[in-house]
């Protein structure tokens, strides 16, 4: 790193290709929203000539520019892949939204990767920093995925490496801060008016050396005399921090009884580190200037992934299962070994239609090859995977997507990436392999969606488009669920924040056509008997021909929660013939499904049928049916009707420091505090009990709380009794709940 050749080798307009496993680098740029991930895609897109000028290719478009919706909204919602290349590596850059709401992209990215590079702004607070970051920080390394910082941004007033180098080291260090240390020192040029010192080059701590970015090209100079003490102990550090991580155990020995190590030596060391994924080094980066081709860093940025990350044979292949009874293959990255390949990302593209984001992990994939498909879904934390579904299609072009272009493939190998287009009904997360031998990829997980939006079609023309709209929108997005509520007849969307439904309806508009209205979402209510009651249902009519006739007389009595509905037939003297018994059964339960006073579903009571009349000519199933619910709503007219509302298990995951205000909340909602638990390092699990009517924003609500680092999830537990005041309050009004937005 530093000693390289520096010349580019991509060219813009030209499909980045790959020979040989080897020769790739896979990195998922992964960081907080505003930290300067595409940017830096851009300026190393440039640098390394993909592009020809800052953030464009040829039609005019950025790198990034590849879903209309993102362009409009200013900001990333969805994983890009940019190939460029450099000193004869294709190096794969999956930039990654920044938003919590997009974490589904992220996780693709994760899965498509081999390293990963964070990202971290020197103009943000800490507190940004730490929050979901240091947790795909933490999947990383449970993983063993080599990881490296980049500090962004150094170009703003107020902001210091060095504060952001310790505030990384604390983070991501752990028990061990000199794992996280700079490569690189910047170099800063004179004190404007605003008393800012602006970005003008670096100094590698190895090869003690000036890179000098001031004049638009990268020039080499030693370092001034005053400059030496403060380099050469971050030297001292860094090296210290290499060796420890070295595998020749008498390298530290050496150096403490002072042997000077070779730089060559140091940074092989420092190389295989990184490739393990025990040593994090941090670099900084920064634009191109208006007319220049390379951004300061970037250089040692592309040497860092080609020299210092992973190849994909290096890194564990995802465990697979075969099917209908073959055996288990052995799997490696080998292009000549057995398709298996697996789609990350969907998206659609006006021009070509639904294009697959494809990573093979074993064989080649190639244009116009059958392949197996098989899809069990992502898992879904909490909720049943999606229906499994299995197919073969013929694979079409293959391209490799850069902005809104897709530069044409002839074939990709083992440990690539491509972009497939019209690959049948492939979903993400579906398995690719050999028709001969199929196989399936274990899933990778998916965070629960929790945040409900209910929709309605805007008009009947966009109701009869709105089942297929919503199929292709969770067919592309696995983080977002599709639900029919039985209960409450609504159709819902449960996406990940108020970001993700904006990008849903919005997809649903611009991409399918469809115009669809947000309503409120309703919480399946329940309706319960509070005391013992009697009722009478008597149904006579006589207007001439065939008549209806049928009386019934039952008991209601309350049960325990969760009994449902107990129907008991004591008739004696056969007052209702034994042919209309299982009518009168049939009224009530239709009259309880229905509700007998909010218009909720009753539940948790005996019924029971003790007495009636019958007509030898004019009683019927219908008749009896009749009078069986009209015995039950004079039952519920003659009594006190309980509410039954669903309360949750909610498990909220968050820093120590918001321990005291998560619970605060929770019990300002209604909740019931079960308990709480440490779970790993400065971290608390707390378990509670809280109405589903209090937490339907509560994605929102604790991720504001929690600066973003809190995580949640909920399973319901059961229904209870409403609070006399709030039922009063929503009684006659079943279409409102009190958290209705």
């Not at 941004?153 to 983070?171: N, Y």
């Not at 902005?403 to 997360?429: F, H, N, S």
Request: aromatic share 4%; charged share 25%.
């Amino acid at each position: 790193m530093g000693d390289k050749a520096h010349a580019h080798t991509g060219a813009a307009g030209r499909a980045a290709t790959a020979v040989r496993p080897s020769s790739v680098r896979n990195v998922v740029l992964v960081g907080h929203s505003g930290s300067g991930k595409t940017t830096l895609v851009e300026a190393l897109a440039l640098t390394a000539g993909a592009v020809n000028r800052a953030g464009r290719v040829e039609d005019g478009a950025t790198v990034s520019d590849y879903d209309e919706i993102e362009h409009r909204q200013q900001r990333s919602v969805q994983l890009s892949l940019v190939p460029v290349e450099w000193g004869g590596y294709k190096i794969n850059l999956l930039d990654t939204p920044g938003y919590a709401d997009f974490v589904g992209e992220l996780r693709a990215g994760l899965r498509a990767a081999d390293a990963a590079l964070f990202v971290v702004s020197a103009a943000q607070e800490a507190d940004a920093v730490a929050g979901a970051t240091r947790a795909v920080w933490e999947e990383c390394a449970a993983v063993g995925m080599p990881r490296a910082i980049v500090v962004t941004h150094l170009d703003t007033a107020r902001t210091s490496f060095e504060e952001m180098t310790r505030i990384c080291g604390e983070i991501f260090g752990g028990d061990d801060p000199d794992a996280v240390l700079p490569l690189y020192l910047p170099v800063h040029g004179p004190e404007g008016a605003d008393g800012h010192a602006p970005l003008t080059g670096l100094t590698g701590l190895l090869t003690q050396r000036i890179f000098d970015y001031s004049s638009g090209e990268r020039r080499e100079n030693p370092p001034a005399e005053d400059q030496r003490p403060a380099l050469q102990e971050a030297r001292d550090r860094l090296v210290e921090g290499i060796i420890a991580e070295s595998e020749d155990e008498t390298l530290m020995d050496r150096y403490l009884d002072g042997a000077e190590v070779d730089v060559r030596t140091l940074v092989d060391d420092l190389e295989h580190a990184v490739a393990r994924g025990t040593f994090h080094p941090v670099l900084t980066a920064a634009p191109a200037a208006p007319g220049t081709r390379q951004g300061i860093g970037t250089v040692e940025l592309l040497d860092l992934i080609t020299g210092g990350f992973p190849t994909p044979p290096e890194r564990p292949l995802p465990d697979v299962t075969p099917l209908h009874g073959a055996s288990r293959p052995v799997l490696t990255c080998d292009p000549d070994g057995p398709l298996v390949a697996e789609v990350v990302k969907t998206a659609s593209d006006p021009y070509v239609g639904r294009i697959s984001l494809v990573r093979v992990f074993s064989g080649t994939l190639r244009p116009d090859q059958t392949v197996h498909v098989f899809g069990h879904g992502l898992t879904d934390p909490g909720h049943e995977p999606r229906p499994f579904h299995e197919t073969e299609v013929r694979v079409g072009a293959l391209a490799s997507p850069f902005g809104k272009q897709q530069r044409p493939l002839t074939a990709c190998i083992a440990g690539d990436l491509a972009g497939v287009a019209k690959l049948g009904g492939a979903e993400t997360g579906d398995t690719l392999s050999d028709p001969d031998r199929p196989l399936l990829l274990d899933p990778w997980t998916t965070p629960d969606p929790l945040l409900p939006l209910a929709i309605e079609a805007h008009s009947k023309a966009d109701d009869d488009k709105l089942s297929q709209g919503l199929a292709r929108l969770v067919a592309e997005d696995p983080t977002m669920r599709l639900e029919q509520n039985q209960d409450t007849h609504q159709v819902v969307l449960w996406c990940l924040g108020e970001v993700h439904q904006d990008v849903a309806l919005d997809r649903l508009r611009s991409r399918y056509g469809v115009q669809v209205d947000a309503v409120p979402h309703k919480v399946s209510l329940r309706e319960t008997f509070a005391a013992p009651s009697t009722g009478r249902g008597r149904h006579v009519k006589q207007s001439g021909g065939h008549g209806q006739y049928a009386i019934c007389e039952i008991d209601v009595e309350p049960l325990p929660p969760g009994s449902g509905i107990e129907f008991v037939d004591k008739v004696v003297g056969g007052a209702v013939p034994r042919q209309f018994v299982p009518s009168v059964e049939k009224g009530v339960r239709a009259q309880a499904a229905r509700g007998v006073s909010a218009g909720h579903p009753l539940v948790d009571v005996r019924i029971t049928l003790r007495d009636g009349k019958s007509h030898s000519v004019d009683s019927s199933d219908a008749a009896f049916q009749t009078a069986g619910a009209l015995a039950l709503r004079e039952a519920a007219a003659d009594t006190r009707i309980q509410l039954l509302e669903p309360v949750a298990e909610v498990r909220v995951l968050v820093p120590d420091d918001y321990v005291g205000p998560v619970m605060s909340d929770l019990s300002g909602r209604r909740g019931r505090v079960i308990g709480t638990e440490q779970s790993g390092t400065g971290r608390t699990l707390v378990r509670a009990e809280v109405p589903e009517l209090e937490i339907g924003r509560y994605a929102v609500d604790l991720r504001s709380l929690s600066h973003g680092a809190g995580r949640f999830d909920r399973a319901y537990a059961r229904h209870e009794a409403m609070p006399p005041q709030l039922a009063e309050r929503l009684r006659g009004q079943p279409e409102n709940n009190p958290n209705d937005s």
